[in-house]
């Protein structure tokens, strides 16, 4: 039997250029082979990418090669998945009024201040624990451009309210 060599993703320029990654990552993980791994190089350790990742079935390794680059290898594992414990979902926020007709967000998630791809993959990692129907209310320093597609293939609905400083969305979880 070979062994497929990982595929290798280096998103170094596009997150030192202000770019959020994670459609590159997703695609990447996507079009893997059966059974190959993703070795992935990235300017931190993309913590909220292993939860992500994990409940698609990868375990990851990750070294710090250098200050700021990163080399994380993804290898599929089929017992990786089961064993991402579910995270509690806190009582319903009320920090801010829902939509008209949206029930209240039942997770607020402060992005302010983290640099990208943290808080698309935060946002998409939350998102993927609601029940359908349940609302996630996000702030962000700014309109994250890279996640309404990301959001479109899910299937959630989006309420965007831009103000001077900040950024706030109502996410609904489809299904």
């Not at 079009?31 to 698609?56: I, M, S």
């Not at 599929?76 to 007709?101: I, K, L, W």
């Not at 039942?106 to 983290?114: F, K, T, Y």
């Not at 609302?135 to 103000?163: C, F, K, T």
Request: aromatic share 6%; proline share 11%; with cysteine.
């Amino acid at each position: 039997m070979t062994e497929t060599a990982p595929l290798t993703l280096d998103v170094r320029p596009t997150l030192r250029a202000g770019g959020e990654p994670f459609t590159q990552i997703m695609q990447a993980v996507t079009g893997l082979q059966p059974g190959q791994a993703l070795r992935l190089l990235a300017t931190f350790e993309p913590l909220p990418l292993y939860a992500v990742l994990g409940r698609k079935g990868f375990t990851h390794r990750a070294t710090r090669l250098a200050e700021g680059e990163w080399e994380v290898v993804f290898t599929p594992d089929a017992s990786a998945a089961a064993a991402v414990p579910r995270q509690p979902r806190p009582a319903a926020a009320r920090h801010a009024e829902a939509a008209p007709g949206w029930p209240e967000p039942c997770q607020v998630l402060d992005n302010r201040g983290l640099q990208p791809p943290e808080p698309m993959v935060r946002i998409l990692s939350t998102l993927e624990q609601l029940a359908p129907g349940e609302v996630i209310e996000a702030w962000n320093d700014r309109e994250p451009l890279l996640l309404y597609p990301e959001l479109e293939a899910r299937g959630a609905a989006i309420d965007v309210r831009r103000e001077p400083d900040r950024v706030r969305l109502l996410i609904r979880r489809g299904g």
